[in-house]
Structure formats: structure tokens, C-alpha cells
């Protein structure tokens, strides 16, 4: 099992930018493909970007690509989201998750752990 740890968010203004981090602990963090997913209220968890366990290869929501970076240092059992460009719709809470599949996938139901989650608001 694998505990996960979100820190970074908070609140700024449009066109801003926030950096998130999941720490990871439990388990050998380079065994797990890792996301980012969000939640806005009222609205389903929704993928914003996961990444695989090397860090080859990401996938990213057509609603923050060009905006987002989601990235991992397997050194340091962590994981980021790099937040740039940053619009009020992008306001959710944010949650980190990991799963052990050969695939990147990007469903919410296939990801086994997932962090507490963390709020991102962005004012216009």
C-alpha cells in the first residue's frame, strides 16, 4: 500500500501559476503510474494528467494542455503538477493517485490510492 500526500495549493488570481506535489510513501514509488485528477463542486472527478512510472510518457486533458506539467522524481517519491496559466474554471479540489497497471490509464475507477486532496482557487 502506498500513502500519498498532496501539498502546494491555495488561492490566486487568473493568469497565475501554483505548483502541487504528492509525496508518496509505503511502497517503491517507481512501481506506481501516477495522476492528478480534480473536483470541481456539484461535478464528477475529472483527469487533469497522469504519468507513467519512468516518467516517459503523459497524457493530459485537452482542457490544460499547453497550461499544466505534471512530472515525478522517482528519487524523491514525488510527483508535481505545475500549474501555469491558471483560469477560474481550473478552481477545484485536486487529488493525486497511483496505480500499479502495466498502462497509463486515465479513469478515476482503475486508480487504487489516492491522496487526501487539496484546494486550488483561482479569482478572476
Known amino acids: 500500500q502506498v500513502q500519498l500526500v498532496e501539498s502546494g495549493g491555495g488561492l490566486v488570481q487568473a493568469g497565475g501559476s501554483l505548483r502541487l506535489s504528492c509525496a508518496a510513501s509505503?511502497?517503491?514509488?517507481?512501481?506506481?503510474?501516477m495522476a492528478w485528477f480534480r473536483q470541481a463542486p456539484g461535478k464528477e472527478r475529472e483527469i487533469v494528467a497522469a504519468?507513467?512510472?519512468?516518467?516517459?510518457?503523459?497524457v493530459y486533458a485537452d482542457s490544460v494542455k499547453g497550461r499544466f506539467t505534471i512530472s515525478r522524481d522517482n528519487a524523491k517519491n514525488t510527483a508535481y503538477l505545475q500549474m501555469d496559466s491558471l483560469k477560474p474554471e481550473d478552481t477545484a479540489t485536486y487529488f493525486c493517485?497511483?496505480?500499479?497497471?502495466?498502462?497509463?490509464?486515465?479513469?478515476?475507477?482503475?486508480?487504487?490510492?489516492w491522496g487526501q486532496g487539496i484546494q486550488v482557487t483561482v479569482s478572476s
Open positions: 509505503g511502497r517503491t514509488f517507481s512501481n506506481y503510474n
Open positions: 493517485a497511483a496505480e500499479t497497471n502495466i498502462i497509463l490509464r486515465t479513469k478515476a475507477a482503475v486508480y487504487d490510492y
Open positions: 504519468i507513467s512510472k519512468s516518467g516517459g510518457r503523459t
